[in-house]
């Protein structure tokens, strides 16, 4: 039997803190755990040529051990490295269009869609992060509920060896821990 | 927000997050060793680039100009000009200096002399992420850039 607890997998602030003394294990649990959020991001750019998507998402990573001293709220991080690489695709699709002979340059996009895609990828850093720091238990159980094709409550109770009964007010406590860490999340990210 | 329409966005993270085809993490997990740098970090205050994103003016004939950036610490700055002979370098308040050239992948080597002038030229120069250390030939300073793609 699967008891579903809040117990955190480790958090980015101890991580951030051990990377900050040159701790290489911590460093790499870091690169680990928010690869596919920067790849995600930086992937969005589908104009940047793969030689630049490689170099965007590789000065993110120095970007961040070079101001890993500054980083003053870690909870944020996902948002910062989310934040940092879209900078970089949108830095480097200005170079790769004055490198273009003028009349192939294409217009920028709008402000407009530059904003929502600011917007849409720190939205999902920080769902990813909050998703990313529930307990794993809550972590098996939402992935189950959303694979596609859909299992059933049935299948589900038995891949995690739970009652099927329990799995609906464990879906609400999971997701209401996930509620509660966007939450936090957006209050620091107004203070 | 309803809990189905959490459940929704969580599906669609999830999915793009799982995207099997990432890149070599050996890069990303290497760039810690690279900040162990026994250098004073000089951030980017210009960059010309930039500066017509932020001014929304497309300068005409811009494309054919270097580009240029400039670093600084405060005590010490780095201007550097990036063209197609390579990468020009002048070093404020002028004076000698050893530069290596840190490119994130192969080991930082040291490839010129800043005069006493404080210029120097790099004209073997790949592009990609991008950091020049700076140290005085006096020892009473090193600084490194901060990186950029260039």
Redesign the interface.
């Given at each position: 039997m699967t008891t579903i607890t809040s117990m955190d997998v480790p958090d980015t602030s101890s991580l951030v803190a051990r990377?900050l003394k040159?701790d290489?294990d911590a460093?790499?649990d870091l690169?680990?755990q928010f690869?596919?959020?920067v790849?995600?991001v930086v992937?969005g750019f589908h104009q940047l040529d793969p030689q630049?998507?490689?170099?965007?998402?590789?000065?993110t990573?120095?970007?961040?051990?070079?101001q890993?001293t500054n980083v003053r709220d870690p909870e944020r991080l996902g948002a910062w490295l989310a934040t940092t690489a879209r900078r970089?695709c949108?830095?480097?699709l200005?170079?790769a269009?004055?490198?273009r002979p003028?009349h192939e340059?294409e217009l920028e996009p709008s402000s407009v869609e530059l904003d929502q895609h600011m917007l849409d990828s720190e939205r999902?850093a920080q769902?990813?992060q909050a998703?990313g720091e529930l307990g794993e238990s809550c972590q098996a159980l939402?992935?189950l509920?959303?694979t596609?094709p859909p299992l059933s409550y049935d299948e589900v109770a038995d891949m995690l060896d739970i009652k099927r009964g329990s799995i609906g007010p464990t879906?609400?406590r999971c997701?209401d821990l996930?509620?509660a860490k966007l939450n936090e999340a957006s209050r620091q990210d107004r203070s | 927000?309803t809990?189905e329409e959490?459940?929704d966005?969580?599906?669609?993270?999830?999915?793009?997050?799982?995207?099997p085809s990432?890149?070599d993490?050996a890069?990303?997990?290497s760039?810690?060793?690279?900040?162990?740098i026994d250098a004073e970090?000089a951030l980017l205050e210009y960059?010309s680039?930039?500066a017509?994103?932020d001014s929304g003016v497309?300068l005409r004939g811009?494309?054919t100009m270097p580009?240029q950036l400039t670093f600084t610490t405060g005590d010490v700055t780095i201007e550097i000009e990036i063209g197609p002979s390579g990468l020009i370098g002048q070093i404020l308040p002028p004076q000698a200096a050893t530069i290596e050239l840190h490119s994130?992948n192969d080991e930082p080597r040291r490839v010129a002399d800043a005069d006493e002038f404080g210029v120097f030229q790099i004209q073997e120069f790949k592009?990609?992420?991008t950091?020049v250390v700076a140290r005085a030939v006096d020892g009473s300073w090193s600084i490194r850039t901060?990186?950029?793609?260039a």
């Open positions: 990377a040159n290489q460093w790499e690169v680990d690869t596919r959020l790849w995600h992937r630049s998507q490689a170099d965007a998402h590789q000065t990573w120095l970007k961040l051990a070079e890993l970089e949108y830095r480097l200005k170079l269009d004055r490198e003028e340059i999902d769902l990813w998703f939402l992935r509920l959303l596609d879906r609400r997701l996930l509620k | 927000m809990d959490l459940m966005d969580l599906r669609r993270v999830i999915q793009a997050m799982d995207n990432l890149p993490p890069a990303a997990k760039a810690l060793a690279w900040n162990h970090l960059d680039e930039l017509e994103a497309l811009a494309e580009r994130g592009p990609g992420p950091a901060a990186w950029t793609v």
